[in-house]
Nanobody
Framework: QLRLVESGGGLVQPGGSLRLSCSAS????????FAWFRQAPGKEREGVSC????????YYADSVKGRFTISRDTAKKTVYLQMNNLKPEDTAVYYC?????????????????WGQGTQVTVSS
């Protein structure tokens, strides 16, 4: 059974950094597009970043451009989200998602596989 497991969330002060990891079991990363989504209380789930399988092209929401970086390590079957200069508005549950496609998208609907989420709280 395909499974995604996120880790790396926690409490951090404004301006701090965290690196989220998404460990993928039972399949090869090469054929899957991955994305990170987040959902704050009372808000809809929004796309943060994604990485395509075909050429590893990456995309970012305007709110995180220049601060977040998505990457993947095929050998470790892990996708990362490096988050720098965190702001209180980044507080949310972050989810990793995967789909068998070449180009990633920043909307939740096409993704078939989801992790359980990891909480990120940015507060002083």
């Amino acid at each position: 059974q395909l499974r995604l497991v996120e880790s790396g969330g926690g409490l951090v002060q404004p301006g701090g950094s965290l690196r989220l990891s998404c460990s993928a079991s039972d399949f090869t990363l090469d054929y899957y597009a991955f994305a990170w989504f987040r959902q704050a209380p009372g808000k809809e789930r929004e796309g943060v970043s994604c990485i395509s399988s075909s050429d590893a092209s990456t995309y970012y929401a305007d709110s995180v451009k220049g601060r977040f970086t998505i990457s993947r390590d095929t050998a470790k079957k892990t996708v990362y989200l490096q988050m720098n200069n965190l702001k209180p508005e980044d507080t949310a549950v972050y989810y990793c998602a995967a789909d068998l496609r070449s180009m990633c998208v920043m909307t939740p609907r096409p993704y078939d596989y989801w992790g359980q989420g990891t909480q990120v709280t940015v507060s002083s």
